[in-house]
């Protein structure tokens, strides 16, 4: 089933009549869904050229489902069936994403790792957000990796990195922004945390805003 409703749809040619393009981005959560939250308020607020037009999530419990829902925003829930090949749920999620007809496909707290059978279906439109510098910490527990190697006396700093996914390499990829957060070892890891999913919070706001701008242009 397509989602683009009329309201949405992006002008052809007379952009002076019909006013700039909209973007449509859809969000891919597992979990909370702060960022998710970030986008969605950086679209209704008008920082970022875009409508969020659809959340997909992997899992049941993720809170991001009732944030879509808050917001009036359709959600999906793609599962994992029984013992299910990674490929062929990437077919499965690429449908329902596709059927969204994304201009933008987020991963803001998405927990799988996507194989080309969903990446080839939107090449180039894939952003992935990484709690650490790039080349840095791939994988889970990015933070609290980090916050351990400051403890140990090993790094001063970490950060956030928003990037292009081309393929199935892992929270690696053509960066589009990155920012620096310090550690403080004499602080807490709570303290850390909050620092970097607010800095998390901004620069995948800033970074979409600018992409959405420049593709609409
Ligand atoms: C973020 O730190 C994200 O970078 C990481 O998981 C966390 C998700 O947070 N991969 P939320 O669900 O957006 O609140």
């Given at each position: 089933?397509?989602?683009r409703s009329a309201r949405r749809r992006?002008?052809?040619?007379?952009?002076?009549?019909?006013?700039?393009?909209v973007?449509?981005?859809?969000?891919?959560?597992?979990?909370?869904?702060?960022?998710?939250?970030?986008?969605?308020?950086?679209?209704?607020?008008?920082?970022?050229?875009?409508d969020?037009?659809?959340?997909?999530?992997?899992?049941?419990?993720?809170?991001?489902?009732?944030?879509?829902?808050?917001?009036?925003?359709?959600?999906?829930?793609?599962?994992?069936?029984?013992?299910?090949?990674?490929?062929?749920?990437?077919?499965?999620?690429?449908?329902?994403?596709?059927?969204?007809?994304?201009?933008?496909?987020?991963?803001?707290?998405?927990?799988?790792?996507?194989?080309?059978?969903?990446?080839?279906?939107?090449?180039?439109?894939?952003?992935?957000?990484?709690?650490?510098?790039?080349?840095?910490?791939?994988?889970?527990?990015?933070?609290?990796?980090?916050?351990?190697?400051?403890?140990?006396?090993?790094?001063?700093?970490?950060?956030?990195?928003?990037?292009?996914?081309?393929?199935?390499?892992?929270?690696?990829?053509?960066?589009?922004?990155?920012?620096?957060?310090?550690?403080?070892?004499?602080?807490?890891?709570?303290?850390?945390?909050?620092?970097?999913?607010?800095?998390?919070?901004?620069?995948?706001?800033?970074?979409?805003?600018?992409?959405?701008?420049?593709?609409?242009?």
């Amino acid at each position: 089933m397509a989602h683009r409703s009329a309201r949405r749809r992006r002008p052809f040619g007379h952009a002076a009549l019909t006013g700039p393009a909209v973007q449509r981005i859809v969000v891919l959560a597992s979990g909370s869904g702060s960022n998710l939250q970030a986008v969605i308020d950086g679209c209704v607020g008008g920082v970022i050229a875009a409508d969020v037009v659809g959340v997909v999530s992997n899992r049941s419990d993720a809170y991001a489902l009732t944030r879509a829902a808050d917001a009036g925003i359709a959600a999906e829930l793609v599962t994992r069936v029984g013992d299910e090949e990674r490929r062929h749920y990437d077919q499965r999620l690429a449908a329902s994403v596709a059927s969204f007809e994304p201009d933008w496909v987020v991963l803001a707290g998405w927990m799988r790792i996507l194989t080309s059978e969903f990446l080839d279906r939107f090449p180039g439109r894939v952003v992935n957000l990484h709690p650490a510098l790039p080349g840095e910490l791939p994988g889970t527990r990015a933070i609290e990796r980090a916050w351990d190697e400051a403890v140990a006396g090993e790094r001063t700093a970490s950060g956030v990195m928003v990037h292009l996914v081309p393929d199935e390499g892992v929270d690696d990829g053509p960066v589009l922004a990155s920012r620096v957060v310090p550690v403080d070892a004499s602080g807490t890891l709570e303290t850390f945390a909050a620092a970097v999913h607010d800095t998390e919070h901004q620069l995948l706001v800033e970074t979409l805003a600018g992409l959405c701008a420049s593709d609409s242009s």
